[in-house]
């Protein structure tokens, strides 16, 4: 995963991008792992209090609360779509993840609800 390329091209996700020193000289390698598939605002301080108060405010819902409350989501999902002719399963056991797939193309009159 970590050798793909990444959607957004940017300076800070290419190799030694933090030796400000020769930000000039340009690699076409990008870092290692993760930090590739950073977006370009990485160092944009003024996003971090936003970040903060998210992470306080998934601790206060609490983790497996966000789980039981999207897996909700996911089951009325998985009922309107079965509805529609897409069979009910779940490729991975996790209540927020679902995956829908027919065997037959979607009709263009679609129909809308």
């Known amino acids: 995963m970590a050798e793909r390329i990444p959607l957004e ?8 991008a933090r ?9 076409e390698s990008y870092d290692k792992g ?3 598939f950073d977006m370009g605002e990485r160092s944009n301080f003024a996003l971090l209090p936003a970040a903060v108060r998210a992470m306080k405010q998934l601790l206060e819902w609490d983790v497996a609360e966000i789980s039981r409350t999207a897996g909700g ?3 009325r ?3 309107a779509a079965a509805e529609l002719g897409f069979p009910r399963r779940r490729a991975v ?3 927020h993840y679902l995956c829908l797939r027919r065997k037959e193309a979607v009709r263009r009159n679609f129909p809308k609800s």
């Open 93 to 95: 056991a996790r209540a």
């Open 19 to 27: 030796d400000f020193s020769s930000l000039i000289l340009y690699t």
């Open 77 to 79: 999902l998985a009922q």
């Open 9 to 16: 091209e940017n300076w800070i996700q290419r190799a030694n």
């Open 73 to 75: 989501f996911s089951l």
């Open 34 to 36: 993760a930090r590739r």
